[in-house]
Nanobody, 124 residues
Framework: VQLQASGGGLVQAGGSLRLSCAVS????????MGWFRQAPGKEREFVVA????????AYTDSVKGRFTISRENAKNTIYLQMNSLKPEDTAAYYC??????????????????WGQGTLVTVSS
């Protein structure tokens, strides 16, 4: 399984970006998939996940109401729509995948496959 994340960039506070994570090697409806982020000097943080069944987990509190995860099975791609961006959203964003179904999808340790990360920078 290979993951290719894209869509990051520089945006002003209040702006929007849509991240994409294209998956090859396995259909995404057979995978749990998550978005994580890591700000400079901080630990990797769970953002949201979508399970193989299509159910979506809770979002981390700091992005609730602003970020939306979705998937497009025909393109084998998941997305993270990020609106009302804030400077504190600045981070490298990673998509992750795993085929095990009964795992704690909030934990980075539950994912065996990772994309390369895409950098999001929000200026104030």
């Amino acid at each position: 399984v290979q993951l290719q994340a894209s869509g990051g960039g520089l945006v002003q506070a209040g702006g929007s970006l849509r991240l994409s994570c294209a998956v090859s090697g396995r259909p995404i409806n057979n995978l749990n998939m998550g978005w994580f982020r890591q700000a400079p000097g901080k630990e990797r943080e769970f953002v949201v996940a979508i399970r193989w069944s299509g159910s979506i987990t809770a979002y981390t509190d700091s992005v609730k109401g602003r970020f939306t995860i979705s998937r497009e099975n025909a393109k084998n791609t998941i997305y993270l729509q990020m609106n009302s961006l804030k400077p504190e959203d600045t981070a490298a964003y990673y998509c992750a995948a795993d085929s095990r179904r009964s795992v704690a999808v909030y934990s980075a340790q539950s994912y065996g496959y990772w994309g390369q990360g895409t950098l999001v920078t929000v200026s104030s």
